[in-house]
């Protein structure tokens, strides 16, 4: 059966001893579904299993280095790859595929040099869930955070957006965006507020109207190291669902990113006050937005969200994404916008209407949040000694 190979991922460094890494990763269509390939460096442990609406695959491993310096590009069956750190021991790969398909076969097989091992995964199309995990890897549950001693807590800003006068998308049922983004931003509160360690704001705890750059100065005042804005979105397409993250760029990732950011902030216009009448804070908001720490920061807690958000909610296919919201323009805070879904489709109305689902969903988000402050406390303590 004739292969299209869509990358092959280079070794670029010598392996690490007593330790799969991950070489490179390949995926191949076939006449009636796709294979996947992980090229390891030795035997391990997996365990693989679907999830859909959107149809991905996922991938655990033991933790292992990555040392894979490419990934297969969108198309032939692929609609992006993310991988990174998941629980206390593992490591995982969530595959978005274009359509839907179902895990058939998934083992290893001998690969290259003496040790070297390859994951096949094998695909076929057609859209019959299948709960069965194949290979016998478990991850570990995280143990309860014991964060390092540090000389003060994380502050985190969550900003409920719109509000007010500005109800945001109104969504099928009458659901109205204004009320699930102050749900949501609630419950991570909440959660929170329930480690030790946090310092958590919001920018609006009622229904209240606030203007872009009063958002964006009430991170900055509180001395923020976090700044989380929620939305819910709409489209045209009322077929179109699922949740999706945005980190800060003058220019849009897709028309699509363009478009939203351009509606999001004409949002002061329904409050009667103009975007730019403020010049002066917008020209020192301005300064130094291509601050390459922040933008850094800013996409490792994008990553962090989704890694969480993608075994328990639908994901917009290629849901990390990039634009100019106003409300990401502090300069000097790693910032995030969450969209949770489309009001629009009556799927996603339904599910971000719902006690549980909003509970499932502040729930990944602070877990998205506690993990990137845990990856800064290690960094911190490195610098400290």
Do not use: C
Not at 1 to 15: D, E, G, H, K, Q
Not at 226 to 234: E, G, N, Q, R, V
């Amino acid at each position: 059966m004739r292969r299209f190979l869509l990358s092959l991922a280079i070794l670029v460094t010598l392996p690490s001893a007593g330790m799969a890494d991950v070489l490179g990763v390949r995926s191949a269509t076939r006449g009636d579904g796709i294979r996947l390939v992980i090229d390891l460096s030795e035997s391990s442990k997996f365990r693989a299993f679907e999830l859909s609406k959107p149809s991905r695959v996922v991938v655990d491993l033991p933790k292992l280095a990555w040392r894979a310096n490419a990934l297969p590009a969108k198309g032939r069956g692929l609609a992006s790859i993310r991988h990174g750190p998941f629980r206390t021991n593992a490591y995982r790969l969530v595959f978005d595929l274009e359509r839907a398909a179902t895990i058939e076969s998934a083992g290893l097989i001998p690969g290259r040099g003496s040790k070297g091992k390859r994951l096949v995964i094998d695909l076929r199309y057609g859209d019959r869930p299948n709960s069965k995990k194949f290979g016998t890897f478990e991850p570990l549950e995280n143990p309860p955070p014991h964060p390092p001693k540090r000389t003060k807590e994380w502050v985190v800003m969550i900003d409920a957006g719109h509000g007010g006068v500005d109800p945001g998308t109104i969504g099928v049922g009458r659901v109205l965006e204004k009320h699930v983004n102050l749900a949501v931003a609630r419950k991570v509160k909440k959660l929170l507020d329930s480690k030790p360690g946090y310092d958590v704001h919001l920018t609006r705890s009622k229904d209240e109207f606030l203007r872009l750059r009063q958002r964006v100065r009430l991170g900055r005042e509180s001395g923020a190291d976090l700044f989380i804005s929620i939305h819910a979105d709409a489209h045209p397409d009322p077929k179109v669902s699922g949740a999706s993250i945005y980190t800060l760029s003058e220019k849009g990732s897709d028309r699509e990113a363009e478009r939203l950011a351009r509606s999001e902030n004409a949002a002061d216009l329904i409050g009667g006050a103009p975007l730019e009448d403020d010049n002066n804070e917008v020209a020192s908001i301005l300064i130094d937005l291509a601050q390459r720490e922040t933008k850094n920061q800013s996409l490792a807690v994008a990553d962090d969200i989704l890694f969480a958000l993608a075994p328990t909610q639908p994901l917009l296919r290629s849901p990390k994404r990039s634009a100019g919201f106003a409300v990401l323009k502090a300069p000097d805070v790693p910032s995030v916008l969450i969209e949770l879904g489309f009001l629009t489709n009556r799927d996603d109305a339904r599910r971000l209407s719902r006690k549980k689902d909003q509970d499932a969903i502040a729930s990944a988000i602070a877990t998205g949040i506690i993990r990137y402050f845990e990856g800064a406390n290690t960094a911190r303590s490195r610098q400290d000694r």
